[in-house]
């Protein structure tokens, strides 16, 4: 090596210097920090002229509340897959607090109460018990990969599937309804014209970007996920963190639950059905990274979770058959992540 | 005895294996003590212990003389010992700032009442330890990802100089790095010499050995089968002792 590279301080770039061609690295610099937003406002452009229904406000609206429950869900998922984990029992959670948090919000006067002892009970009773139950199953996740080391995907196939089992076996297999009108609010009603659940995924969306940006539990996450060693090494309590994150998400997959239950005014153990799915996709979408941990952002996966309520709003309007949605679906998951490995490695 | 840290008759056993059998090593301040040994020679097991990560089966670390419990790695922390390891124990996609504070973050209040990270105050001290060892980086907001071999090296370096180190273990400290970014990483192990910080190396390197260590130490099979100064001692020599035929460098 030439004295000039001895001279070279430990500072030097490893890529070579940016501003020659200013304007366009501005341009690269946005679209790598903000490049699935101009996809999403591409597709509401083109969305907007597909249909005139579109961008009617009402029509707005249903498509942020469609994907309210999977957007709540998405939530904890990013938390999770930062960590370089996944969490399959989502969906199931969804089923097990629908269940058991309807049961608790039966009106008494509902003749077929599946529980005839719990009905007129406090309107919070069965938000607090729904939580807990979600919550509960989400330590059990994190328990189970802190402390047995299996991977996450088993461990969560794992309770995805005793879950769904237990929602069955609680409810009898039937549907708890006849739900209390307060508890319906939450799925039904609207505040100042916004509906309820939509506003709700509003503000766990800031609680959690907050969360996972601001306080020591999120850098902590992100920590593992990148390298789970240095975390460990650094005296980070790798465990504790990841039974804390499988908690939460179990917690938002409950409150999805509760969304769930009292939009349909009804708590029925096969609902959830794919939620896991959809959440996590959501999440890829919005940039949260599956092939190396640590990467993904609150922001991110809202707009991820809108461009699934928009392409889902543009294939019912325009009337394409089912079967064609579900091909159109897959390959827009594809084509998105394949999009955004390409923008990381411009970022590289 | 004016050892900065020691350890007696450590030992470690996985299993059947004993990685680590019986060894007692001592290090000064301003001291660089390298330990060299084939792979698999119990190096690695042994520095683990003493900065926390294993449990030792038996044997003693006295750090100033004193015995000193290190049963995690926040106990090492505490006690002043600082690793850095072979992967660098660095987050790809954390700043600059994120990894020197890592697991011991600079927080303030926001709004009165909750705790919150003060990324700003932490770039600004990271600013401040690199300027101290003479290391430039571009941008602090920028992910350890984008960064070179040496400058990530040198982050870690810095990381545990920030946090006061009394002894610093370096796991393959120039593994990976380009001739320009050893040299520079070996001059940086000689001014926190020079700062009265004691330095174990390990290294499959002897030419990083013989330039900065003072003595060294040889393991074989997890023991330790000879120590030397590096002044009186030479590379023929000393990879006898690592391959098991000492013989070989004396009849030199």
Redesign the interface.
Known sequence: ?ASK???????????GGAGKNGILTTIKAMWTKIGILFIFIGMVILASFLSPAFLKANNLMNVVMQVSYIGLIALGVTGVIVSAGVDLSSGSIVALTAVVSSSFAQRPDWAAALFPGLTGLPFIVPLMVGLLVGSLVGFVNGWLIAKTNIPPFIATLGTMTAVRGLAQLYSRGRPVSGLSDAYNFIGQGSLFGVPFAVLLLLVLAIITH?MYS???F??YV??I???V????????NVGKNLILIYTFAGFLASVAGIVVASRIGSGQPGLGNGYELQAITAAVIGGTSFS????GTVPGTIIGTLIIGVLNNILVLTNVSAYFQDIIRGIIIVGAVIIDERRRRV?? | MDYLLETRNITKRFGGLTAVDRVSIGLRAGEALAVLGDNGAGKSTLIKII?G?HKPDEGEIFIGGKPARID???DA?AAGIE?I?Q????????DVG??IF????R?KR?LGIL???DDQAMREEAQKVLDRLD????SLKKTI????G??R??VAISRSIYWDAKVLIMDEPTAAL????Q???LNLVRTLKDQGIGIIIISHQMYDVFEVADRLAVMRRGVLVGERIVKETNPDEVVGLIVGSETVGKER
Do not use: C, W
Not at chain 2, 135 to 138: A, D, E, K, R, V
Not at chain 2, 145 to 148: P, Y
């Open positions: 090596m590279a001895e001279e070279a301080a430990i500072g030097e770039k490893p890529v907050f601001r306080t020591r999120g850098r992100y920590a996920g990148g390298n060693n240095a975390a460990r090494v650094s005296g980070i190396s941990g640590g990467i970022r590289k | 900065s990560v995690s790695p926040m922390l690793t390891y992967d660098l124990a660095l987050a790809e996609n954390l994120a990894n890592l697991g011991r973050e927080m926001s705790k919150v990270l290391i430039h980086i571009p990802r984008t960064l070179s040496g400058q090296q040198a380009g001739v320009a970014e040299k520079k990483v």
